[in-house]
C-alpha cells in the first residue's frame, strides 16, 4: 500500500485542537497498518465529486476523507461530519491533462463556457461593462498551459481583478502562480508546466509533490502528523525541490527575496546531503548564535524521523565552527578585544608613531580595512580599494599608519593575541596546504553577511569539491557590511546562483510594498543579477498601514491602538514586533509595548527589537516605528560619509535595514515616522 499525505490534510489537521489532533494520528496510524481498512468504520461517498473518495470515522464528529485508488490511500482531509463531507462533495481528484500532474480541483457552480463578449479571446480587451477581467484575453490553451484545470477555464476567464487574492485558495498552486504573476506584470509563458511522460505516475509530477507527499513508513507519517503547522518540512516547491537535490559541481548560491524559503531550502538540502551516506557529515552554519538555534529547532523537526541523519548534522554559527576547528589544529586561539586594539594604537601614537592620524581613524582603517582584508605588508596595504572609507590618504601618511598597524601586529605576535579574521586566514592557508575540516558539506545561510576572511576560508573548503558548498541569501538583505567581490577571493558561484520566486512568508500586499524599498533587480560585485522580479506571495492580507504622526506621543497613541487592534483580533503578542532603527528609539518602541498590553490587560506585551537583531525572525504582525527624517538613514552613518561611492553603500545598506523589518510581518504591517518622516516612507508610499 502507499499511503499519500496532501497538503489539505494538513491544513485541515492544524486547524483542529489538539486532542482530536491525537485522535486523528490514531486513525492515520491504524489505516497505514491496516490498508483494507477492515478494523475501520470506512464509507464510499456516493456524492463526492470523485467516486474513489471514502470516508474513515475517527470519533462520533471526526472524519478522515481519503481517496482509495487501487493501492493508493490518499489522507485527502479531515474535519467536522458536515465540515468534511461538503468538502468531498466540491473535490475532484485528477491529474491535469498537459502536465499530468494530480490535482484537487475544487467543483465550482456555473461551468458553463461563456462567450466573449467582444469576439474571441485573442482580441485585447480586458474588461466587460465595468469589471477590470485581467484573465479575459488568456484562451483555454493559455490557460491549460499554466495548468489550470478545464472546469475553471471560464471561470478563470471571467474572474473581476477583485478575486485575484483567492487564487491561491482555490486553484492548483502552479496555477495560481501562474496567474498571479500575469495579473502583476509578469509573463505567462515562464510558467508552463512540464509534461509527464506517458504512464508516468501522477503523484511523482513536481507539481504534484507540492500538495502531495508519500510515505514509506510509519515513523514519516507519524512525524509530519505531530506538526502539521511545518508543513515546509513536508511540502516543497518544485523550484525548492529542485535545488535541494541539485548535483552541484561548484559552490552555488540561491537567492531570492525575504520569505521565498531560501533558509527551508538550506535546511533540505543539509538534510538531502546527510542522507547520501552514513559517513556524511555536514555543517549547516549561518551568522549567529540566535539563528543556529532556530536552525537546530527546525532541524529537529524535519529529522524527527529519522534520528541518525540528525547526528550527521552539526549546526553552528560560523565563527564558533571556525573556533572550534582552530582549537583542534593550533590550541585555544586568544581573541583581541576592542579596548586592546585601542590601547595599541595609543601606545603606538605615544610612541611617535601614526603622524598626524587620530586614534578613531586608525581604530576604524585596521578594523574596515586592514584586519579585515588581512593585509600583512605595507605594499598590499598601499594597493588596497579604499571602498566606504571617508578619508583619502597620500604615501606620506599611509606610511605613517602603516608603522601603527605593523606595532600592532607585532605586540599581538608577542602577546599570542589573534582577531577572528586572522584565525579565519590562518585556518584558509591551512586548508591550502592540505588541511580537511571534518565535514563533506558545509551550507551557509544568510551568506550576504559573510566577511572577507570567511569568503577566502570557505572558498578554500569548497576548493572544486562537488557539492562542497552551498550558500543560501539576499544581497537586497545586506546590512552588515559594505559589498565587495567573492569571486577574486575565489569563491565563484557565477552560472550557479539560482533563484526562488514564490513568497510563503508575507502577504501579497505587504510584500509588495516592501519591494518598492528596492530596485527590481540588484547585481553583485560580481556581476551576478538577482532579480526581484515575477515573485509572488501565497496569500494575500490587509493592505499595510504608513503613517506619519505629528509628534512622538500622537505617534505612541497610534501604535499603540494598532497593536490592541491585533492583540483583540487574537494574534498573541509574542507574534507581534514592534521594530526600531537603533538602540535610541529603543524606549519609544517599549512605551508603546508596554501600552497597548496594559491596556487590554494583557500578561504579555509586544516584542521590542532594534532591525538588525530581527533577520531571520518572523511574526504575524509588525510595527516598525520612529522612521523619522533624522532616525533612518542613520544621521551618524551620514556624517560621516567621504565620496559618493561610501554615500551610496550607507544608503544601500539604510534601506536594506527598513527592507528587513518590513518582511518579518506575516499578514499585518504598520510603518510609522513623525513628519516629515524618514525619507524612505515616500517610496513606501
Ligand atoms: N515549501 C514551503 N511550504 C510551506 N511553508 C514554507 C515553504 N518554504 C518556506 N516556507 C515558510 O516561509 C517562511 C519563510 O521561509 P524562510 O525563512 O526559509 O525564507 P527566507 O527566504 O530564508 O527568508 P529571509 O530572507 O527573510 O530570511 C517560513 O515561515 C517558512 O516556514
Not at 56 to 61: G, H, K, Q
Not at 139 to 144: E, K, R, S
Not at 169 to 195: N, Q, S
Not at 503 to 519: E, F, G, K, V, W
Amino acid at each position: 500500500m502507499t499511503l499519500l499525505y496532501a497538503s489539505t490534510f494538513a491544513d485541515a489537521l492544524a486547524k483542529l485542537t489538539h486532542q482530536e489532533q491525537k485522535q486523528v494520528k490514531i486513525t492515520t496510524v491504524d489505516l497505514m497498518m491496516d490498508p483494507k481498512g477492515t478494523g475501520l468504520s470506512l464509507e464510499r461517498l456516493t456524492r463526492a465529486g470523485d467516486d474513489k473518495v471514502w470516508s474513515a470515522r475517527v470519533s462520533r464528529d471526526l472524519r478522515i476523507i481519503l481517496r482509495r485508488d487501487g493501492d493508493d490511500n490518499l489522507l485527502a482531509y479531515v474535519g467536522h461530519h458536515n465540515d468534511a463531507y461538503r468538502w468531498a462533495e466540491r473535490r475532484k481528484f485528477i491529474p491535469h491533462e498537459r502536465s499530468g500532474a494530480m490535482q484537487i480541483v475544487e467543483v465550482i457552480e456555473g461551468q458553463e463556457k461563456a462567450e466573449p463578449e467582444y469576439g474571441d479571446h485573442s482580441s485585447a480587451t480586458e474588461t466587460a461593462g465595468e469589471v477590470v477581467q485581467p484573465f479575459w484575453s488568456l484562451t483555454d490553451d493559455q490557460l491549460l498551459d499554466v495548468g489550470v484545470p478545464r472546469e475553471w477555464l471560464s471561470h478563470v476567464q471571467e474572474m473581476p481583478e477583485s478575486e485575484i487574492d483567492s487564487l491561491f485558495d482555490r486553484l492548483p498552486a502552479e496555477a495560481a502562480e501562474a496567474l498571479y504573476d500575469f495579473a502583476t506584470g509578469g509573463k505567462l509563458e515562464d510558467h508552463i508546466v512540464t509534461p509527464a511522460e506517458p504512464g508516468a505516475d501522477p503523484y511523482a509530477h513536481p507539481d504534484a509533490l507540492r500538495r502531495f507527499r508519500v510515505f514509506d513508513n510509519v515513523d514519516e507519517l507519524t512525524a509530519a502528523l505531530d506538526a502539521p503547522f511545518e508543513k515546509w518540512a513536508v511540502f516543497l516547491h518544485p523550484a525548492q525541490r529542485e535545488l535541494v537535490r541539485r548535483k552541484v559541481t561548484g559552490p552555488t548560491r540561491i537567492t531570492g527575496s525575504a520569505g521565498t524559503g531560501k533558509t527551508i531550502v538550506a535546511l533540505h538540502r543539509a538534510v538531502h546531503l546527510a542522507e547520501q551516506s552514513e559517513t556524511a557529515r555536514v555543517l549547516l552554519t549561518t551568522f549567529s548564535q540566535e539563528l543556529a538555534r532556530a536552525l537546530s529547532a527546525k532541524l529537529e523537526i524535519q529529522t524527527q524521523a529519522v534520528p541518525e541523519l540528525r547526528e550527521r548534522i552539526t549546526v553552528r554559527p560560523l565563527d564558533e565552527a571556525a573556533v572550534e576547528l582552530y582549537c583542534q589544529q593550533f590550541g585555544e586561539p586568544d581573541l583581541v578585544d576592542h579596548g586592546q586594539i585601542r590601547a595599541l594604537i595609543e601606545e603606538a601614537i605615544s610612541a611617535g608613531l601614526g603622524g598626524e592620524l587620530s586614534t578613531l581613524f586608525l581604530l576604524e582603517e585596521w578594523q574596515e580595512l586592514v584586519d579585515a582584508w588581512g593585509v600583512t605588508d605595507p605594499e598590499s596595504y598601499a594597493t588596497l580599494p579604499r571602498i566606504g572609507r571617508r578619508t583619502r590618504l597620500g604615501p606620506k601618511q599611509r606610511e605613517a599608519a602603516w608603522a601603527v598597524f605593523d606595532h600592532i601586529r607585532n605586540r599581538m605576535a608577542e602577546r599570542g593575541l589573534v582577531t577572528r579574521a586572522m584565525i579565519y586566514d590562518r585556518l584558509t592557508g591551512w586548508l591550502q596546504d592540505g588541511g580537511t575540516i571534518p565535514f563533506e558539506h558545509v551550507v551557509v545561510d544568510e551568506a550576504q553577511d559573510l566577511t572577507v576572511a570567511q569568503v577566502r576560508f570557505l572558498a578554500a573548503v569548497g576548493n572544486g569539491r562537488d557539492d562542497a558548498l552551498f550558500l543560501a541569501g539576499d544581497i537586497g538583505q545586506r546590512i552588515f557590511r559594505l559589498p565587495f567581490s567573492w569571486s577574486k577571493l575565489g569563491l565563484d558561484i557565477r552560472g550557479r546562483s539560482h533563484s526562488l520566486k514564490v513568497n510563503y512568508r508575507t502577504s501579497h500586499q505587504i510584500r509588495a510594498m516592501a519591494d518598492r524599498l528596492l530596485p527590481p533587480a540588484i547585481t553583485d560585485l560580481d556581476g551576478v543579477e538577482e532579480g526581484r522580479r515575477g515573485t509572488v506571495s501565497i496569500f494575500d492580507g490587509p493592505v499595510p498601514e504608513v503613517r506619519l504622526l505629528d509628534d512622538s506621543d500622537t505617534e505612541a497613541d497610534v501604535v499603540s491602538g494598532w497593536l490592541q487592534k491585533c492583540i483583540s483580533s487574537g494574534i498573541a503578542p509574542r507574534e507581534i514586533a514592534v521594530l526600531v532603527r537603533g538602540p535610541d528609539q529603543v524606549p519609544r518602541a517599549r512605551q508603546v509595548s508596554e501600552n497597548a498590553a496594559a491596556a487590554l490587560k494583557a500578561s504579555e506585551s509586544p516584542i521590542v527589537g532594534v532591525m538588525h537583531d530581527a533577520k531571520g525572525l518572523e511574526f504575524r504582525a509588525v510595527a516598525v516605528m520612529a522612521c523619522d527624517e533624522d532616525v533612518i538613514p542613520d544621521p551618524h552613518r551620514l556624517a560621516s560619509i567621504g565620496d559618493v561611492a561610501e554615500m551610496e553603500s550607507v544608503y544601500e545598506t539604510e534601506r536594506h535595514l527598513l527592507y528587513v523589518a518590513c518582511t518579518r510581518a506575516r499578514d499585518q504591517l504598520l510603518v510609522s515616522g513623525i513628519t516629515p518622516g524618514s525619507e524612505f516612507l515616500d517610496d513606501l508610499l
